[in-house]
């Protein structure tokens, strides 16, 4: 659904000539955080990379669109804070847990209610 939205808004800012570039949790994580797995203080180090490359993005003159699963509200905060005033809009996408059990492209929602994955946000893991 992030994924999705995402790719969604960033056609209707470029069809509207404004430069975008997304930033998807599922993309970075397999380049700039391969090194991070899902411990909360993987998570948060993941958050605060991403937010320093998107302000990076932003002052060049792009319109970054972050998807990203983000748990933890004080690093919505220090992302908020990185960007200039009026530059960040936080976006809760607040989608009912069996929903998102039931779309499940990757199979990630039932290994981790088998006990496969640890830290799962929503599952073992809260989101503030």
């Not at 998807?67 to 005033?85: D, Q």
Request: charged fraction near 30%; proline fraction near 3%; include cysteine.
């Amino acid at each position: 659904g992030k994924s999705t939205i995402a790719n969604l808004f960033e056609k209707k800012l470029f069809a509207t000539g404004r430069h975008t570039y997304i930033l998807d949790g599922d993309n970075v994580r397999h380049g700039l955080n391969r090194d991070l797995g899902f411990t909360d203080a993987d998570r948060v180090e993941n958050i605060r990379r991403v937010a320093e490359v998107a302000r990076l993005m932003a002052d060049a003159g792009l319109i970054v669109i972050v998807s990203f699963i983000s748990p933890f509200s004080a690093e919505r905060r220090m992302a908020r804070e990185l960007m200039a005033n009026g530059e960040f809009v936080e976006v809760f996408v607040d989608t009912p847990f069996e929903e998102c059990a039931r779309r499940d492209p990757k199979g990630l929602y039932a290994r981790a209610l088998n006990g496969e994955i640890k830290n799962f946000t929503g599952v073992d893991s809260p989101y503030e």
